[in-house]
């Protein structure tokens, strides 16, 4: 059994920095009260609709549920509440979807990336096996069509599309540049979709499930795409960090398995010797890689990569689109919602796992 459901909402808080960076300040205080609580519902929510009748699905579904995570989908559906008639059953039900959205997907991820390690513990697939990964992550994305069909055509429309947006996302990732394209516009559109559009929902289903006012709906999807692909963005970042206890991660998890990020993009950009060294070195790591050598092959040059100018620049666009996040809440009313989300903003792009 896993600990009480209060705690995995709290541990998020400080995985993230909530309590100190996003709820700073005294007039946030009692919003930080109402989020936290609010988070444990959710909690109970997830626990609730990830128990299954056949065994060996109850352990698969609840398997990365149970190896924690940030929750900051629910807590941002959590927070834009506020801004209407607070936390309710439909809100707290919607933010459980959106994380069961999200659970899915790294499920999927997971097996198309061959990752080893998620959130601290074996990858899924590395347990049981693609085929059951994959059909556990449609068994939770079909638990949050469930879940999002009790509300109404609304919120059944806000899954689709976000759920095609994933979809369109990974398979843009799957296919890669095409000619003519600009690799490092074609992977911020990449990172809009995957990451960018389910962050967008979250922000708009709190406003959308408490009744809170329409004219606040638009800004907050656009404040939640910007917001998650600075999320993403420093994730390229965190991908890149020696200390995998930290980050839950291998590090250069997506480097390894021919998966480009940011910084290696942006290595790409740069005209002189050594970048071209480096990234001809990581080329050449991944192709033996996938041809059976032994992933630490890729240590060096990884590590090289990470102090890299490319890094700090991936770093330095990872806050720019927080900027960019930050400007999109000008429609909302000054208060402590619009502080926390600022905050919010700022943290996604300044933190370490």
């Keep these: 059994m896993t600990e009480s459901p209060s705690v995995p909402g709290s541990r ?12 700073a300040g005294a007039r946030s205080r009692k919003l930080m009260r ?21 065994p060996l699905v109850d352990a698969t579904t609840r398997y990365l549920y149970e190896a924690g995570g940030k929750r900051v989908r629910p807590m941002l559906v959590l927070l834009t509440s506020q801004l209407g008639g607070g936390v309710s ?4 039900e919607a933010a459980t979807a959106l994380e069961l959205t999200h659970l899915g997907s790294l499920y999927h991820d997971d097996v198309m990336d061959d990752a080893d390690v998620r959130r601290g513990v074996p990858a899924a697939h590395s347990v049981w096996g693609n085929n059951i990964a994959i059909l556990t992550g449609d068994l939770l994305f079909s638990r949050a069509s469930q879940i999002m069909a009790r509300h109404g055509e609304r919120a059944i429309r806000l899954q689709a599309d976000t759920f095609e947006r994933l979809v369109l996302g990974q398979m843009h990732e799957t296919i890669g540049v095409r000619a003519g394209d600009d690799p ?4 911020l559109q990449v990172l809009s979709d995957k990451t960018g559009s389910l962050i967008a929902a979250s922000a708009q289903a709190g406003v959308i499930f408490s009744g809170g006012p329409e004219e606040y709906v638009e800004a907050l999807r656009t404040f939640g795409e910007k917001a998650g692909v600075a999320f993403q963005l420093l994730d390229d970042v965190i991908d890149l960090s020696d200390d995998p206890g930290e980050t839950g991660k291998v590090p250069g998890t997506d480097l390894r398995a021919g998966v480009p990020t940011m910084p290696y993009l942006l290595l790409g950009h740069r005209g002189d010797t050594a970048s071209a060294e480096l990234r001809t070195r990581i080329d050449a790591g991944v192709a033996d890689i996938a041809a059976g050598a032994d992933p630490a092959i890729l240590d060096d040059a990884l590590a090289a990569l990470r102090d890299h100018d490319a890094t700090a620049q991936t770093r330095d666009l990872a806050r720019d689109w927080s ?8 429609p909302l009313p000054d208060g402590p919602v619009r502080e926390a989300l600022t905050r919010f903003a700022e943290a996604v792009a300044d933190r370490s796992s």
């Excluded at 059953?89 to 707290?92: L, N, S, W």
């Excluded at 490092?184 to 992977?187: A, G």
């Design 12 to 23: 998020a808080a400080g995985r993230l920095g909530l309590s100190e960076r996003v709820f």
């Design 34 to 54: 109402t989020v936290e609580a609010g988070l444990g519902q959710v909690e109970e929510c997830l626990a609730a609709e990830l128990r299954m009748a056949d």
């Design 89 to 92: 059953r439909p809100v707290v």
């Design 184 to 187: 490092v516009q074609f992977y």
């Design 323 to 330: 900027d960019q996040a930050i400007a999109a809440l000008t």
